[in-house]
């Protein structure tokens, strides 16, 4: 394939954007090679601005779960923007979409909406914080809650790409209050909160990490965090940023049947607009401005079009509850075709998959945390990144992302991402 225009493209953007792309995960760093300039998608397809069709498993990192240009979501859009496209002042839709969130997902009483993933993770923090009086958390390695700076403590995603999980710029003042964990590691856990007692406010999780690549919790791992946070007055933040509306109607709350006592959402919630959002029980998300004491604000929050796009995404998938098992079936297919396309090489590899979440792992050992995740073969990784997008198939431009699959996606286009496995194993060895 050949990515004249979109070369010539990023270096006019490199003069004018810092790497010339706005968020990092973006760019081709980890793999090698120019990004590649999108024109338009439609449905489970790109079409770059050099006019190759590629699949897509990116799926802008998650929101576009039924496909891009969704009718429904863009016609909501259309419509709305016609009326206005923000007021600063409250509008009806943010009501009906709170009301249909609360009636989705398990366990939470009130809802408030941000601008993005990171803004929602940030306010639940402080929250929580202001909530429980105290100052300390706890995250997981290789676990990724957006940019804000309590959370670059070993992040995953982009912050493990690019090599700087902990990033310049965080004061030692501010990394000192994040106490850090090893994810499926309930004795490290616990005692870390032995060794802070009392001081910790929440322990924030992404409940099946999807930011070093898919990892599920291990049996009893969440229901122990549960129990850890109830003899211990701490609150625990089950960041469903991900895994929300994609996992099930209620998320990972409803497939693990542990509650959280915060939820973050971001992506699929937007339908592909700028929207995140923070949930809890009415004691908790009264604790807020302007009822309670935390503050938290923004000017574009509930905005129109993003409460369009996301209530237009909630209703497909609040009425088409067959939405779940069909992505979940079509996820399971590829991940038979691709272990078997590998095996047939001998190429090492750990699939691992929870619902629509896979991740394509060239380690030998089972990864079950961001050490085992940091094993894995980077240079076969690379082959393979390069070897697939040469046969019009998109995956992401790193070893420590999931898949995200799309029910725009058909089994036709799936038997074609496997045989483009198959000619890519062959040059793996
Ligand atoms: C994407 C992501 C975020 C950050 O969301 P943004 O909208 O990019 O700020 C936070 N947590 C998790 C689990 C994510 O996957």
Known sequence: MIYKRSSALFAAAQKVIPGGVN??????????????????????????????????????????????AHPPVVNAVIEKAKKGTSFGMPTEIETEIAELAI?????????????????????????????????????????YHGHSDSFLIQ???????????????????????????????????????????????????????????????????????????DANKILLIFDEVMTGFRLAQGGAQEITGVNADIVTFGKVIGGGLPVGAFAAREEIMNYLAPVGPVYQAGTLSGNPLAMAAGLAMLTELNT?????????????????????????????????????????????????????????????????FHGMLENGVYIAPSAFETWFITEALSYEDLDKTIEAVKKVAVTLK
């Open 23 to 68: 968020s990092p995960v973006r760019a081709f760093k980890a793999v090698g090679g120019d990004p590649i300039f999108v024109k338009e998608a439609k449905g489970a397809y790109l079409y770059d601005e050099d006019g190759n069709q590629l699949i897509d498993y990116i799926n802008s990192w998650g929101p576009m779960i039924l496909g891009h």
């Open 103 to 143: 009636k989705m997902v398990p366990n939470i009483d009130k809802i408030r909406f941000v601008n993005s993933g990171t803004e929602a993770c940030m306010s639940a923090v402080r929250l929580a914080r202001g909530f429980t009086k105290r100052d300390k958390i706890i995250k997981f390695a290789g676990c």
């Open 155 to 229: 992040a995953g995603s982009g912050a493990v790409t690019f090599g700087t999980p902990n990033s310049p710029g965080v004061t030692e003042g501010t990394a000192k209050d994040t106490l850090l964990a090893q994810y499926n590691n309930l004795k490290n856990v616990q005692e870390i909160i032995a060794s802070n007692p009392d001081e910790i406010a929440c322990i924030i999780i992404e409940p099946v990490a999807g930011n070093m690549g898919c990892i599920p919790p291990v049996e009893g791992f969440l229901e122990g965090l549960r129990a850890l946070c």
């Open 320 to 384: 088409k509850a067959d939405i779940f098992k069909s992505i979940n079936d079509k996820t399971a297919y590829l991940h038979k075709g691709i272990a078997k396309a590998l095996e047939a090489e001998n190429i090492t590899h750990t699939i691992n998959r929870l619902g629509s979440m896979i991740s394509v792992h060239f380690a030998e050992d089972n990864v079950v945390d961001f050490e085992s995740a940091a094993k894995g073969n980077n240079e076969t990784f690379k082959k393979f």
